[in-house]
């Protein structure tokens, strides 16, 4: 039994061919009745859709697969359904409608006459009933009561309602009973099962993208499905999220088949389905991490107040505790850094400066620039500057490679911060300072005598033996080779071979 159509059983004309004649007509389906609520809540489970949904949906179908069958130009059709027991009821609805409200032969004519001679040089273009258009009147201008071309299987007077129903109203709906009809032709039941996947279909995806809208902000979980270009798409379960190439960390590698998490940024409404747009270089992806693993900041002990965040490379995150006997920072860091290095192995690696928020402004500017030990902060509170001062080892920690440290600090603290040296060298020298800083070591006087070293015996003390090895004259290729120092024997002269050997 198809799930899509479960309640038609059409009948082809090999199943006919082995059975008794039916005084059906041809390619008829029969209505099902007997598993109407069971395939509506099963078909509902599968697709995600309310019940109430596919109710809906199904009316719509049955009454235009009995408005191709039965039904006449211009009516109204309504069908109820009841899940439980399989009944189906048909109406037909009127729209109530005074004198003034119907249109006149001769505006009737002007009309027709008008809108043949506007399709003519133009493009054909979709038909639409003119009684469909609504005029918007301009501001200050009372409305205009729009006018219809009175049709008797469309519309019905006031006075006529008025037998029927006592408080009929102009502009209301009057509904008749029909004749209920459970047997349709192949094209009607085509077209209302055609009905029902459609509008399936667009409930899947209003319902898709009602649950992605509501948890937008949050992480979401996802196998990667595939990859075109640098866009990457994970499977979410119930809908395919895509992470752009400027929301994925540097350097990052999404091998397919493995599992993601990334920050559902923002759900679009698309023709083809929502739209959800994913990011792994968002600063809030960092707070949500750190949610899921410090159990204190669902908890409300601990807060995290402020985050600034280069992907891939460096983070900063400032945390504050509510309850005293917390401590916010070993919070975040964990039983020997257990948490945090979960985080950071979630962003492949990024390092995390974990600091203690603080409602002075300079005492936070202090510690934004951790790890690096700044011994001042001057503030200017008029142009919101700081100015960090730092001993001459902690300057280039404070700055940090490429200037990252203060960068993160500026984005972090809202303040522009200037990091300077605690002695910094002096900003202009008089001309003796300089004379004296530039003047060479002075020599000895030429005059001066050197004291010849003692001797004992006639040769040196053992202390003052020096090797000098600068003042041997050099050696002379008729110099015999000496003899080599240790080994104590005598180099063999080689022999020179003559012409007695030779023969």
Do not use: C
Request: aromatic share 4%; no cysteine; glycine share 6%.
């Amino acid at each position: 039994m198809n799930l899509l159509f479960p309640f038609w059983d059409s009948r082809g004309p090999q199943a006919r061919a082995f059975s008794k004649p039916e005084p059906l007509r041809e390619h008829t389906p029969i209505m099902d009745l007997k598993h109407f609520g069971q395939a509506i809540r099963e078909l509902a489970h599968e697709k995600g859709v309310p019940e109430a949904k596919v109710i809906e949906t199904i009316e719509l179908a049955v009454a235009a697969a009995y408005k191709k069958d039965y039904g006449k130009k211009g009516q109204m059709i309504r069908a109820t359904a009841n899940p439980d027991t399989g009944e189906l009821r048909f109406s037909q609805a009127k729209l109530i409608v005074d004198e003034t409200m119907i249109k006149s032969e001769e505006e009737v004519a002007a009309e027709e006459a008008a809108r043949a001679k506007a399709t003519e040089p133009e493009p054909r273009r979709r038909a639409r009933d003119t009684e469909e258009e609504l005029e918007i009147p301009a501001e200050g201008e009372t409305p205009e009561v729009r006018k219809v071309r009175f049709n008797p299987e469309r519309h019905i007077m006031l006075e006529d309602a008025k037998r029927a129903d006592s408080n009929a109203a102009v502009g209301t709906e009057i509904s008749f009973d029909l004749e209920t009809k459970t047997e349709f032709g192949r094209i009607a039941s085509q077209t209302a099962k055609q009905v029902i996947i459609q509008r399936i279909r667009e409930a899947e995806r209003e319902a898709t993208y009602e649950e992605y809208k509501a948890r937008e902000g949050n992480i979401v979980s996802g196998i990667i499905q595939r990859i075109e270009g640098r866009a990457v798409f994970l499977d979410l379960g119930r809908g395919v999220g895509v992470l752009p190439p400027e929301e994925q960390i540097v350097r990052e590698r999404y091998p397919i088949g493995e599992r993601l998490k990334a920050l559902l940024i923002v759900v679009e409404k698309d023709f083809k389905g929502p739209g959800i747009i994913l990011s792994r270089s968002h600063p809030r992806f960092l707070r949500k991490l750190f949610e899921l693993e410090v159990p204190e900041i669902l908890a409300g002990s601990v807060e995290i107040k402020a985050t600034a965040r280069e992907a891939g490379s460096r983070s900063k995150i400032a945390v504050a505790s509510n309850d005293p006997s917390i401590d916010p920072v070993g919070s975040m860091v964990g039983q020997r850094g257990v948490r945090v290095s979960t985080v950071m192995n979630e962003l492949g690696g990024e390092k995390i400066d974990i600091i203690e928020w603080s409602d002075d402004p300079a005492r936070f500017v202090q510690n934004s620039l951790s790890p690096a030990k700044v011994s001042e902060v001057i503030l200017h509170g008029e142009r919101r500057e700081a100015t960090a001062m730092a001993p001459e080892e902690q300057l280039s920690l404070a700055i940090g490679k490429g200037g990252q440290n203060v960068r993160l600090a500026a984005k972090l603290t809202g303040w522009k911060i200037d990091v300077r040296s605690t002695n910094p060298p002096p900003a202009d020298l008089s001309a003796k300072d300089v004379a004296s800083a530039e003047a060479p070591t002075p020599e000895p006087p030429a005059d001066e005598t050197i004291e010849p070293m003692p001797v004992a015996n006639g040769a040196p003390s053992p202390e003052l033996n020096f090797d000098v090895k600068d003042s041997a004259p050099a050696k002379t290729a008729d110099e015999p080779t000496p003899k080599s120092e240790g080994t104590g024997k005598k180099s063999k002269p080689k022999k020179r071979k003559t012409a007695e050997s030779a023969s």
